[in-house]
């Protein structure tokens, strides 16, 4: 297999896309921002045997691997423009590339976005790095930090279902809808962009509800309350799993890829796919109510796959 | 060892930096392009044990990443302003990560680069993608594809002393300058600012100097020759090595970074640091010549550090 014969076949679709001089083929990308808009970057890698088992299929890998920073997009509220993509390679198959090429593009079209440029290079583990440069209007970022004591906690989406799925991915057992939500997270760009302006902050679900709930909550210096009773539970969730397990894997279990965010009530009430979950406070740390019971929840971390 | 902790300990160094809205610690970084410039994105991953061996010293393992991915900033004539780094570690050492972002910002600041942002996970085979963008002015970054039969085909600085020095590392033996040659290649990004408007094509040599010029050739539609006698072979890789072994280093050894280049000798006659070597031409492929002669050199290939 020759990188660059490889990069030539599967990557370099010879597209005319906006704002994009030079593509794949050159020692850089050529780009052309918006120059009405600042820029968005994020960066995020997929190890094999890590972050998915090593028998996923190539097409949802590469999926997977462009959602995930959809994600850290729409958690900033930019529009994706470009991505970049670093793949380490041990002796993968041209099918193999083949299908994990179109996974890419699937995931990437979805949002007009362009690939513009990478590397690949060969290795004992397969790694997947992704990059992505988005847009968004000039000082209108959605950053964790602004949420104020007052504004309502929501998410979107509904919770838990990937560490579920997952798990049932390492049973082999089938459950259609919780694997996808595991092997193909929705990136909620759409909703990001409808709260600029609106969400006083925000951050997306990678490691868990609690875990990236605190970390925002720690940025905007408050703390907050949720309700447990009020977390949204998908049906695929609540039949496969007891009570107690749905709400470990809504609290705690990761690679949701939906966001939470933080907004008055009344400035998001026509944005769809929303629920409210709490109430960020003036107190630091963050409470978990059952009703009106407090409960200590053990959120001692998500560690994805391994 | 806690991803946040470490990124906030050793990479997060709280600069103000122009043209950085939102640096790392968000779910991406914000940045503010010069609107009077385009922009030029590069990525490149280094792989334990491929692209350098285990015990390499952590500091240099970083410049190195670093200084790659701005010796593609420098073959598009590029000024460099942005970092994102993707790092893969099994059970680094504090000692080791404090060693890694020492020669990160080593190399960094040698070019006012800003690390925005970036992705640490754990995997069994430390892998280290770094991304830069750099600003070129609107139409004028250099190319593969613009060499014209009657350029003449430059080299910056002195080429093979990165094999050169590879070798020496493998077999444990010392010569400072041409491991650091290999270590810490310099990349020429000041030679690419002053070639803008002057080279006609450019490339970096990467894979070897036969290699990336047949690149920049086919790039271009255009054929070339170069006099193998012309190449600039430093002193140190002279005392090491016969004759034969320089050139083939020179040839066909990768990883010197240097830049490769086309244009009319009258336009870059006041640049220093750089050697002319052959010459465009109209006929497809690239011949060698040794004085008069044609010289028939095996460039099968180099295969980095594996």
């Given at each position: 297999m020759d990188e660059f014969e490889l990069i030539r076949r599967y990557?370099?679709?010879k597209r005319v896309v906006a704002g994009v001089e030079i593509g794949i083929g050159d020692d850089g990308a050529v780009l052309v921002p918006d120059p009405l808009k600042h820029q968005v970057q994020v960066i995020d890698t997929l190890v094999e045997g890590v972050h998915?088992?090593?028998?996923?299929d190539p097409a949802d890998i590469a999926y997977r691997a462009v959602a995930v920073n959809l994600s850290d997009i729409a958690a900033m509220g930019a529009i994706p423009r470009w991505m970049t993509l670093a793949l380490t390679l041990n002796n993968a198959s041209e099918p193999w590339i083949a299908a994990f090429a179109a996974g890419l593009f699937e995931a990437a079209d979805n949002h007009e976005l362009a690939l513009v440029g990478g590397d690949t290079t060969g290795g004992p583990t397969m790694t997947v790095t992704v990059t992505i440069s988005g847009e968004v209007e000039k000082g209108a970022a959605l950053l964790r930090s602004g949420a104020k004591p007052g504004d309502a906690i929501f998410v979107t989406g509904t919770v838990g279902d990937a560490a579920a799925g997952l798990a049932l991915l390492q049973r082999h057992e089938v459950d259609e809808f919780l694997v996808q939500r595991f092997l193909r997270p929705t990136p909620r760009v759409e909703t990001g962009r409808r709260l600029i302006g609106k969400a006083s902050a925000a951050i997306d679900i990678s490691d868990g509800l609690l875990g990236d709930l605190k970390k925002l909550l720690l940025a905007s210096g408050v703390g907050g309350e949720i309700d447990i009773s009020k977390l949204p539970i998908s049906d695929a969730l609540r039949e496969k799993f007891d009570l107690a397990q749905q709400r470990r894997y809504a609290l705690t279990?990761?690679?949701?890829y939906e966001l939470c965010f933080t907004a008055d009530p009344g400035a998001v009430k026509n944005i769809p796919g929303i629920t409210q979950i709490g109430t960020v406070s003036g107190s630091a740390g963050l409470v978990c109510r059952l009703h009106d019971d407090i409960v200590d929840v053990d959120d001692s971390g998500y560690r994805h796959f391994r």
């Open positions: 990557f370099d679709r998915f088992p090593s028998d996923t279990g990761g690679d949701d």
